[in-house]
């Protein structure tokens, strides 16, 4: 009597067909991981932006200059900040100068606000100065 080694055509065949299937689930879960780090390097800007325009906050109420509609301080590296009421302008001046950020990362002023971009991404970060009724905000835009 001869024995029987390995799987038969019908074995292979199934296993082939669980194999795309699973395949098929699979793939959209993988193919959506790049908008969720884009979006998640936007939210990594946002609290850098956020945490930045504190500190500084924080560096013009030791100061003093933190009700004033204008002013300047300077940074632990010696760089000048220019600040209104307390917080950064939104500036190359100000914010930008507050911020450290990856270099893919650059940012420009739009109206009132001073916005972070890449090209990379849809996701934008912006940073909206204080005023004498608020502090300073920043957002997320573009992110779905």
Request: hydrophobic share 40%.
């Amino acid at each position: 009597m001869k024995k029987q080694a390995g799987f038969t055509l019908i074995e292979l065949v199934i296993v082939i067909i669980i194999l795309g299937i699973l395949a098929v689930t699979a793939a959209p879960k993988f193919l959506n991981l790049q908008d969720d780090a884009k979006a998640a390097a936007a939210q990594g800007v946002q609290a850098a932006v956020s945490s930045s325009a504190q500190l500084v906050y924080s560096k013009s109420a030791l100061e003093g200059i933190e009700r004033q509609p204008s002013g300047a301080i300077d940074s632990s590296d010696g760089t000048s900040i220019d600040v209104v009421y307390g917080y950064p302008a939104a500036s190359d001046t100000g914010i930008k100068n507050a911020v450290t950020i990856d270099g893919s990362w650059s940012g420009q002023v739009s109206g009132s606000a001073y916005v972070f971009s890449t090209s990379s991404s849809k996701c934008t970060v912006n940073y909206t100065a204080a005023t004498e009724t608020s502090a300073a905000s920043t957002a997320l835009a573009g992110c779905n």
